[in-house]
């Protein structure tokens, strides 16, 4: 599920228990975001292919309500950015539609909205929903429970 992340980034999915993250009862199996390397020099991200998540569920014009929890457990407070990633055979676009400010050790919820475009448009090429670090834009973090709630657009007035 997870596409298009970043050279910068390694995933792993782990055990919370194992690491003895806050709040393991719940949170029991996360992915981990990570530097690939000591030489970090962009930003840590994840992405998700939102072609794929949507599928059939979300057609253009609809709005798509994203949460996630997300940790981090080394800075007293560091920020992170949600973000949509749209590609056309034309231009690109990355539109920020949430930022959190986390806490050390404390599971956070991250949510934001976006409109759907055409997802079988032969232009569109890549849709994607990224969680990066924006301060410092080296955190390591965990993610966990990403939810989507797709609310139609209604076309058409009263009868």
């Known amino acids: 599920m997870v596409e298009n992340q970043s050279p910068e980034s390694t995933i792993s999915t782990i055990s919370a228990e194992e690491e003895n993250l806050p709040e393991a009862d719940i949170h029991g199996t996360v992915l981990y975001v990570s530097p690939a390397s000591t030489d970090v020099t962009g930003f840590i991200s994840v992405w998700f292919d939102l072609k794929e998540l949507l599928g059939e569920k979300a057609f253009g014009g609809d709005t798509v309500h994203f949460s996630i929890d997300v940790l981090q457990i ?73 939810k989507l709630e797709v609310v139609h657009n209604q076309e058409g007035g009263a009868i």
Do not use: C, H, R
Request: glycine share 4%.
């Open 74 to 146: 080394k800075e007293d407070q560091a920020t992170i950015t949600m973000n949509i990633y749209e590609e056309t055979s034309g231009s690109t676009s990355l539109t920020p539609i949430a930022t959190e400010l986390l806490s050390k050790n404390t599971w956070t919820t991250v949510e934001g909205s976006t409109t759907v475009p055409n997802l079988n448009s032969l232009q569109l090429q890549s849709y994607l929903l990224g969680i990066k670090a924006s301060e410092p834009a080296t955190l390591d973090f965990y993610i966990d429970n990403l």
